[in-house]
């Protein structure tokens, strides 16, 4: 199970953060995701992390302004924002497993989600 939370309504190139509490599996063991889906949109893949979080990658839409990490301790993962833009408005999810431009994890293993709505 997934509790993703920090979602929000911000103005263009503010920041938030995300969090996603895991729980259920062996956290560790795991390559983490994020995916957005935007209204009337296909799912996105944003970013993944590897199981021991010295690795990441990100969509080019999103790179030099999000940083995904993780805490294994904790059983959390992150997603750090920063000078969002209106295309970034969407639902976010964290996903169990590994992704990049083309591919994200099945949905079946995706949590709720949580909004980011950017607007002036």
């Known amino acids: 199970q997934f509790v993703e939370s920090g979602g929000g309504m911000v103005q263009p190139g503010g920041s938030l953060r995300l969090s996603c509490a895991a729980s259920g599996f062996v956290f560790s063991n795991y390559d983490m995701t994020w995916v957005r889906q935007a209204p009337g949109k296909g799912p996105e893949w944003v970013s993944s992390?590897?199981?021991?979080?010295?690795?990441?990658n990100y969509a080019d839409s999103v790179k030099g302004r999000f940083t995904v990490s993780r805490d294994n301790a904790r059983n959390t993962l992150y997603l750090q924002m920063h000078n969002l833009k209106p295309e970034d408005t969407a639902q976010y999810y964290c996903?169990?497993?590994?992704?990049?431009?083309?591919?994200?994890?099945?949905?079946?293993?995706w949590g709720l989600g949580t909004p980011v709505t950017v607007s002036s």
């Open positions: 992390i590897n199981d021991s979080g010295d690795y990441s």
């Open positions: 996903a169990r497993g590994g992704g990049g431009p083309y591919n994200y994890p099945d949905r079946n293993y």
